[in-house]
């Protein structure tokens, strides 16, 4: 019973490594994926506060309405605030970071292209709900709980049967309590060596009691352990789902950047050529920022993802090793 006992404690272990393992990695790729949006961001400000720049000198010469002007205005406004969303992205994934790690506030952190290796590509939903089911550290966890619970019952019945002790005592007596003057044969080195044996006889029903509240439990630990596979089925096919859809959406921005990056690329030769105008540049321009950062997040979404199912399927820390 207290072999599985600590069985049990050693998988609550992993769970809690696991764990670790899913908020470091988070926390790191949210990191370097607000170092990258402040790239866009920035590159965005500096944008918007030429165009400003232009559209207060065209103002000034009455060849632009007073409108365009408070449009770039607003524009810039929406281009330092979503700088400094981002800027205040990255010192919490910074902290969280530190918090994770324990890295001093002294030591700066350089960021690198995470990754990590994915080993569920094109996998069948059947089999990995299997391998969930024999490597998660909860199930184990529980079934080593109710191991425990039934050598606990086994114990429980044994105490119904006789008991035979083998019993043993020495002793060393002292002769300054003068044993010698009242024994006619006195030795100092004392040994007592025979059998005890113990006969429950009134034991009423309290061993009974003990056994069918154990057994009791055992059920109820049974049924904990089917209904945690349950949901932990339950939850491997909704992961695999949600990563698949994070997969098309990333696939999909992407698609929606490289279009824009087109339209910009025409719009630019459009615009040496007179035929569009800045504001009509501008505005191309301002949404491919908008698609370079719907891309970032969609990819923060797939990496989410993918961190859940391997959490799930409890492979989280052996994929980090």
């Given amino acids: 019973e207290a072999e599985a006992a600590g069985e049990a404690s050693s998988f609550n272990s992993a769970s809690t490594r696991n764990e670790l393992a899913a908020r470091t990695a988070l926390a790191y790729f949210r990191l370097h994926q607000a170092h990258r949006m402040t790239a866009i961001a920035s590159a965005r400000l500096a944008a918007a506060q030429e165009y400003l720049d232009m559209t207060r000198g065209l103002s000034s010469e009455g060849r632009i309405r007073p409108v365009d002007v408070h449009s770039a205005e607003s524009a810039l406004s929406s281009a330092k605030q979503q700088l400094l969303v981002v800027e205040e992205e990255a010192r919490i994934a910074e902290t969280e970071l530190r918090l994770c790690t324990g890295i001093p506030e002294d030591?700066?952190?350089?960021?690198?292209?995470?990754?990590?290796?994915?080993?569920?590509?094109?996998?069948?939903?059947?089999?990995?709900?299997?391998?969930?089911?024999?490597?998660?550290?909860?199930?184990?966890?529980?079934?080593?709980?109710?191991?425990?619970?039934?050598?606990?019952?086994?114990?429980?019945?044994?105490?119904?049967?006789?008991?035979?002790?083998?019993?043993?005592?020495?002793?060393?007596?002292?002769?300054?309590?003068?044993?010698?003057?009242?024994?006619?044969?006195?030795?100092?080195?004392?040994?007592?060596?025979?059998?005890?044996?113990?006969?429950?006889?009134?034991d009423g029903f309290r061993?009974?009691?003990?056994?069918?509240?154990?057994?009791?439990?055992?059920?109820?630990?049974?049924?904990?352990?089917?209904?945690?596979?349950?949901?932990?089925?339950?939850?491997?096919?909704?992961?695999?789902?949600?990563?698949?859809?994070?997969?098309?959406?990333?696939?999909?921005?992407?698609?929606?950047?490289?279009?824009?990056?087109?339209?910009v690329r025409i719009d630019e030769t459009l615009l040496e050529s007179g035929r569009i105008s800045r504001r009509e540049f501008e505005e191309t321009r301002a949404l491919l920022f908008q698609k370079e950062f719907a891309h970032l997040e969609a990819e923060q979404a797939l990496f989410q993802r993918e961190l859940e199912l391997l959490n799930i399927t409890g492979d989280l820390a052996s994929v980090f090793q």
């Fill in 107 to 202: 030591v700066s952190i350089e960021v690198r292209e995470p990754g990590i290796r994915f080993p569920y590509v094109g996998e069948d939903a059947g089999a990995l709900v299997r391998q969930t089911l024999e490597n998660s550290p909860e199930v184990r966890q529980a079934e080593a709980d109710l191991r425990a619970k039934e050598f606990h019952i086994e114990a429980e019945k044994g105490e119904r049967l006789p008991e035979l002790k083998l019993v043993g005592q020495y002793a060393l007596l002292s002769r300054d309590n003068n044993y010698e003057d009242y024994f006619n044969r006195f030795e100092r080195h004392n040994y007592l060596i025979g059998f005890s044996l113990k006969i429950p006889v009134l």
């Fill in 207 to 263: 061993a009974s009691s003990r056994i069918a509240q154990s057994l009791e439990e055992a059920t109820e630990a049974r049924h904990r352990i089917e209904q945690l596979k349950a949901e932990l089925n339950l939850a491997t096919q909704k992961g695999l789902s949600a990563l698949k859809i994070a997969r098309g959406a990333t696939k999909h921005a992407q698609q929606e950047v490289d279009a824009v990056r087109e339209s």
